[in-house]
């Protein structure tokens, strides 16, 4: 059954019985009760959970599943000169606090806590067991799971970290050091171990993290908002951490892509954020794990992103059959309960939408271009002339490929194999056997990884870039404007059989068009 999960700021000014008749309108399975800050002082925390304490029972009774909801890195309260205990530590060697000014009494508002500070885990597991202590049904953690939503680079630097990959390569490395192994030129020895290393500190904390809720309840469900680097640059996946987060319960994970991400506030289209939502699940192997999508209408109300773009979300991916379900940002989080009611009235419209699109679509199978989209790509991937590998590597989890084919309105599909397939840059290294079998649309950096291997893509050269601005066709006599930027087009020389093929000049030696090569690589579509 797919479920629909509703989130809220936990507030002494919630008025619970105006949330529960929301709530049963939209016959919502779970209740998230968020904490908006997470600090180092215990009392401090502790006007949230007197809010949290006494509202789970009274939800509980009437039916629905109550999770505490807050973060997973960030404290608030630091004295400055306690800033180099907790946080991370950028490449640069720089601490990593929040971007507010210090206050006159030294004291920084918050950071970004680094999963190797035993002072810095230690006032978290304790605010886990406190969470608990609530007993709600699920605890679930904020998508910031990672390093590079952080830090603007791959992994911590801290010294804590440095000691560790130290101890394992046999010599103290320096961190410029580390950061031009990790960043500069062909995969190498160091980027693979400095990998494992960040992704076991990610998976040590979640096991920390379970340890201090099975003290207070077994039961207690704990699970992730998953964010963008964790599916590919911070050295573990979302499906290890969730798993190790579960403890014996059933995993939980929220997916990241969201309605809000097509908003003028951001850089994305709507189906940017569907198309990713569905390529997670494909990457999400054990079926056994509950997968919500991300239905955030962030910053809200409706002038800011619209309820049509939470329901095309919410519609597109019930259509998919790829999760189970949705974290649907229906309420407000800063104004009354029935200020905005329009997100709310949208849900209940559709109501009858959700069915026919369970009836039509149910157990059917997905269909239509392959996309090819390899998770963990950085560590084989090739740096060499990429002018700003962090950027680069954070840009990677973005399928260009996906959405290439979206933006034309092209069915896809993330697992299995088809006819046609699609592979973009890395990926073209990561392909098996079975991707060969059908036609495969590749763009130039694909194709030259490819050509590498010694694999025939139809092209003779890969030669210098083009700055063309217009596409000529001349049987219409029209042209187009294609400039895309200076990385966007190149010149190739295609052997002969592709030459005679695109001329229409067919031969009986002529050998049929086995792939199609975009000339786009490296670009936003």
């Known amino acids: 059954m797919y479920k629909v999960s509703v989130p809220i700021t936990a507030s002494e000014n919630l008025n619970k019985e105006k949330l529960l008749t929301a709530l049963k309108k939209v016959n919502a399975d779970y209740l998230f009760l968020a904490i908006s800050e997470t600090s180092l002082k215990p009392e401090k925390n502790e006007k949230y959970f007197s809010v949290i304490e006494n509202m789970i029972p009274y939800f509980k009774e009437n039916g629905i ?6 973060w997973s890195f960030w404290l608030s309260d630091f004295e400055q000169e306690d800033l180099k205990d907790y946080v991370m530590v950028n490449s640069r060697g720089e601490l990593r606090s929040a971007d507010s000014p210090i206050n006159s009494n030294l004291k920084v508002k918050s950071g970004f806590i680094c999963p190797t500070s035993d002072k810095a885990v230690s006032v978290m597991t304790a605010f886990m067991k406190r969470a608990a202590a609530c007993n709600p049904d699920i605890i679930l953690l904020d998508d910031d799971y990672d390093y590079a939503t952080h830090m603007n680079c791959i992994g911590c630097y801290c010294d804590r970290h440095l000691k560790l990959i130290s101890d394992k390569i046999g010599y103290n490395i320096t961190r410029e050091e580390l950061s031009r192994e990790v960043t500069e030129g062909k995969p190498n020895d160091i980027r693979k171990i400095w990998y494992g290393i960040i992704g076991s500190v990610l998976e040590d904390y979640a096991v920390k993290l379970r340890e201090a809720v099975d003290s207070v309840n077994p039961s207690i469900r704990l699970g992730l908002c998953s964010v963008m680097s964790l599916w590919g640059t911070d050295g573990t996946t979302p499906e290890k951490i969730v798993k190790l987060l579960a403890g014996s319960t059933k995993p939980f994970l929220r997916l990241t892509g969201a309605p809000y991400w097509a908003s003028p506030i951001t850089w994305s289209r709507l189906q940017h954020a569907i198309e990713l939502s569905r390529m997670e699940c494909a990457w999400v192997e054990d079926k056994n794990i509950e997968i919500l999508s991300e239905g955030d209408v962030y910053p809200r109300p409706r002038h800011k992103v619209p309820a049509s773009y939470l329901e095309i979300f919410d519609t597109a991916l019930r259509a998919s059959g790829a999760t189970d379900g949705i974290h649907k940002y229906m309420l407000d989080y800063t104004s009354d309960i029935g200020y905005e009611t ?28 392959r996309v090819y989209e390899t998770m963990n790509k950085i560590t084989e991937a090739d740096f060499t002339d990429i002018k700003n590998a962090h950027a680069y590597a954070a840009d990677l989890f973005f399928s260009r490929a996906s959405k290439m084919l979206s933006q034309n309105s092209v069915p896809t599909s993330y697992s299995g194999n088809t006819e046609v397939g699609i592979a973009f840059g890395e990926n073209a290294r990561h392909l098996t056997d079975e991707a060969f079998k059908g036609g495969l649309i590749l763009d130039i950096r694909a194709a030259r990884i490819l050509m590498e291997k010694g694999i025939d893509v139809g092209i003779e050269k890969i030669g210098g870039k083009l700055l063309n601005n217009l596409l000529y066709f001349p049987k219409e006599n029209d042209r187009v404007v294609t400039y895309y930027g200076e990385d966007s087009q190149y010149e190739i020389e295609l052997k002969t059989a592709l030459k005679q093929w695109f001329t229409l000049k067919k031969t009986e030696n002529a050998t049929p068009m086995p792939y199609i090569t975009a000339m786009l690589t490296d670009k936003n579509f």
């Not at 329009?342 to 271009?369: C, L, P, Q």
Request: charged fraction near 25%; hydrophobic fraction near 35%.
């Open 65 to 70: 599943k109550v999770g505490i909801w807050f």
């Open 342 to 369: 329009g997100y709310i009235d949208r849900h209940i419209k559709n109501s009858n939408v959700y069915t026919e699109i369970s009836r039509i679509f149910d157990g059917k199978a997905e269909t239509g271009v």
